[in-house]
């Protein structure tokens, strides 16, 4: 991420959430699909300018684990209607 950051690019999450790279509370990968293994090591990057206008949010895996062993990370840029980002994903 270091690599990112010198070039202008910044997590979506890490920019919205306020967590440092490592101490992350919302998991994106489990597993093997058990919920006691949980691991943050999906990313979506983006410029300074578009953070500003972005929200994540990463799915839950009551809703998505027997999908995949990854949640979807959800992202709306630069648009000013995010009540429903939720309910897709």
């Not at 992350?24 to 410029?47: C, G, M, Q, V, W």
């Not at 027997?66 to 209607?81: A, E, G």
Request: charged fraction near 20%.
């Amino acid at each position: 991420m270091t690599e990112l950051n010198e070039i202008g690019l910044e997590s979506i999450y890490h920019h919205q959430y306020k967590e440092a790279q490592g101490a992350e509370t919302t998991p994106t990968f489990f597993l093997h699909r058990n919920t006691s293994k949980p691991y943050h090591i999906d990313y979506i990057f983006a410029s300074s300018d578009l953070l500003k206008t972005s929200k994540l949010e990463v799915g839950t895996s009551d809703k998505w684990l027997n999908i995949s062993d990854h949640m979807p990370l959800c992202v709306v840029i630069n648009n000013q209607q995010t009540s429903d980002l939720q309910s897709k994903c």
